[in-house]
């Protein structure tokens, strides 16, 4: 025997919206029939659980949210916060669901029927994950203070009137070194744009497993290896994940994550900082100049398309935002007027952060692209 589940709803009494100046709910009532008492199981010596099959088949019927207009006009989000269920016949139960605005401890309950694509930052891969879950997304966008050897590009440059030959000659429009000297090359400090966010999805206690808990502790401190919120691979690194909660309530789950730029370099090219309008991962990086050296290219076999094919078939330039640039000075004459000062002789661009998928984290829809 199949269960057979049919839905109706009573239109005089289904739907009630309360709205207060703190809090904001809604009370949904339906109808479902079927026959539940023809797919219970005996429990003796109780009888047939007829009420554990309908509360399954409410399940598949319940949203685990709504989305609900603002009298401002906006969106809030209202959390499943109570079922209940009553048999009118043993074939009849009546459904009766209320929505709440979440709380800080995650409450909500139980729901399958939401569309993965509809709310909430979408990733790739794997719908399966965590299908009856909406995500919460924090984010920063700071600036953070480095130290750097070059300038982005040179502006002007002068000599003095009576030098034989000018001692140091640079191109405008291209990167130079700040504070060169016999000795070394002091550089200089500047502010840096910093973007880190966070990611909050909602787990029943039955899924937060000391198996799943390991594998949060192997991704940490990973990089992104596949395209992962519209953020490139090599761009997202994965800082910690953190959650509390009891047995009777939907737990939430904060990942955090921050994003660092990948970069390419070129000797003629002046810097550019990436088009914030381009989408394409492939196309998401900063362009660094350096004069010093020829542009170099290497094939990365590390980075994935959404489906998990190679996104670079060809060699590419193009460098993880984690990776580090790293010089060697040596002293140089660089003209005939005799100057010795410390040149670069030697780039080196070392990775330090291991890839991961991140579909593993679980954290939300990982069907789509995110935006």
């Known amino acids: 025997m199949t269960l057979s589940v049919e839905f109706f709803e009573d239109y005089k ?64 989000i209202l959390v499943l916060k109570d079922i209940n269920i009553r048999m009118i016949h043993h074939d009849n139960w009546e459904i009766e669901a209320s929505y709440s605005k979440p709380d800080v401890n995650g409450e909500g309950s139980g729901g399958a029927n939401v569309d993965p694509a509809e709310f909430g930052p979408q990733v790739e891969d794997g719908a399966q994950y965590a299908p009856n879950n909406y995500l919460q997304l924090g984010f920063n966008v700071g600036a953070n203070t480095t130290h750097a ?21 640079y191109t405008p429009g291209l990167a130079a070194p700040v504070g060169q000297t016999k000795k070394d090359i002091t550089g200089y400090d500047y502010y840096t744009r910093q973007f880190s966010f966070n990611v909050t999805c909602y787990k029943s206690a039955t899924e937060l497993s000391f198996k799943y808990v390991r594998r949060l502790f192997r991704i940490a401190t990973t990089v992104n ?27 939430p789950v904060t990942f955090e994550f921050q994003m660092q730029p990948n970069f390419r370099f070129s000797k003629t090219s002046p810097s550019a900082l990436m088009d914030p309008d381009v989408d394409d991962p492939a196309l998401q990086y900063d362009l660094i100049n350096d004069p010093f050296f020829e542009e170099i290219t290497y094939t990365n076999t590390i980075w994935k398309n959404s489906d998990g094919t190679n996104m670079f078939g060809a060699a590419t330039g193009i460098y993880s935002g984690w990776n580090i640039v790293d010089y060697r000075y040596a002293d140089g004459v660089l003209d005939g007027f005799g100057m010795i000062i410390q040149i670069p002789i030697m780039r080196l661009v070392h990775n330090i952060y291991g890839y991961a998928n991140f579909k593993h984290l679980q954290c939300g829809h990982l069907d789509v692209i995110g935006s």
């Open 225 to 251: 290896d596949r395209p992962f919120f519209g953020f490139p691979p090599g761009s997202v690194l994965f800082l910690e994940a953190q959650a509390q909660g009891d047995i009777y309530s939907v737990i």
């Open 149 to 169: 050897m070059q300038s982005r590009y040179l502006l002007t440059q002068a000599f003095k009137p009576d030098l034989v030959s000018p001692p140091v000659i």
């Open 13 to 76: 009494d289904s739907r009630e919206i309360n709205i207060t100046r703190d809090d904001f709910t809604q009370r949904f009532k339906f109808h479902i029939c079927g026959n539940f008492l023809e797919e219970a199981e005996e429990n003796a010596p109780y009888g047939k659980a007829d009420d554990v099959v309908a509360l399954e088949a409410a399940y598949e019927i319940i949203p685990v949210f709504f989305m609900m207009p603002t009298y401002a006009g906006g969106m809030v």
